[in-house]
């Protein structure tokens, strides 16, 4: 049972323009989600993290959004940068340390 | 501050054999974590180390897999004998405590002919 689902394995975006990666759950005892970095050999780093009393958080060019709802959650690159292609892995937690991850959305960002 | 190491980086065995991984923590991080990741999918909890005792361990294959965290700090996960679909890369992180962000070592990409 897959509880956390990226249904794009990958995206190209122009540099300067929007990235959004998508990700769905359906778990709902998830409260807490984050989004991880990965570049090729190395490990992911996290990027950013969201409660579920929240529908938004922000870190400079990194946006997440919430739905819970929908039981979607979004992440917004803007504007986005060469830097940033990566594997994008959301997940979700359910007030404990065991996150569920997706299965990845590979971005990759044309100069 | 130094991150997650992790060692060896890429280790090739045949089936059967026997495989040892190595993960030295973030300094002062009480909990760790070895995930699994096989190609195409994201990363697989196996087993989570608070300090040196074992807090969860419901994925780890126990007929092969081992893992041990002695005096709470280094931790050393162990294949044997080893699958075919054992092939991934075994990533190890560590955490402040419980509830904290995760940080990530490089992993170690296992294959296995």
């Known amino acids: 049972d897959q509880q956390v689902k990226q249904n794009s394995p990958s995206l190209s975006v122009q540099e300067g323009r929007i990235s959004i990666l998508n990700c769905d759950y359906t778990?709902?005892?998830?409260?807490?989600f984050l989004w991880y970095k990965k570049y090729p050999a190395e490990g992911p780093t996290f990027l950013i993290s969201?409660?579920?009393?929240?529908d938004k958080n922000e870190d400079g060019r990194f946006t997440v959004f919430l739905n819970k709802s929908a039981k979607h959650l979004s992440l917004h690159i803007v504007p986005s940068q060469p830097g940033d292609s990566a594997v994008y892995f959301c997940?979700?937690?359910?007030?404990?340390?065991?996150?569920?991850f997706g299965t990845g959305t590979r971005l990759k960002v044309l100069a | 501050e130094a991150g997650v190491a992790q060692s060896p980086r890429y280790k090739i065995i045949e089936k059967r054999q026997s495989v040892a991984f190595w993960c030295n923590p973030i300094?002062?991080?009480?909990?760790l974590y070895w995930y699994q990741q096989i190609l195409g999918q994201g990363p697989k909890l196996l087993i989570q180390?608070?300090?040196?005792?074992?807090?969860?361990d419901s994925q780890l294959p126990k007929d092969r897999f081992s893992a041990e965290r002695l005096k709470g700090v280094d931790s050393t996960l162990k294949i044997q004998p080893a699958k075919l679909e054992d092939s991934a890369v075994y990533l190890c992180?560590?955490?402040?405590?419980?509830?904290?962000?995760?940080?990530f070592g490089p992993g170690t990409r296992l294959t296995v002919l």
């Open positions: 992180a560590s955490s402040l405590e419980v509830l904290n962000t995760q940080y």
């Open positions: 778990n709902s005892m998830f409260d807490y």
């Open positions: 969201i409660s579920s009393i929240k």
């Open positions: 997940a979700g937690t359910s007030g404990t340390y065991k996150y569920i």
């Open positions: 300094s002062g991080h009480a909990t």
């Open positions: 180390f608070q300090n040196n005792g074992v807090v969860d």
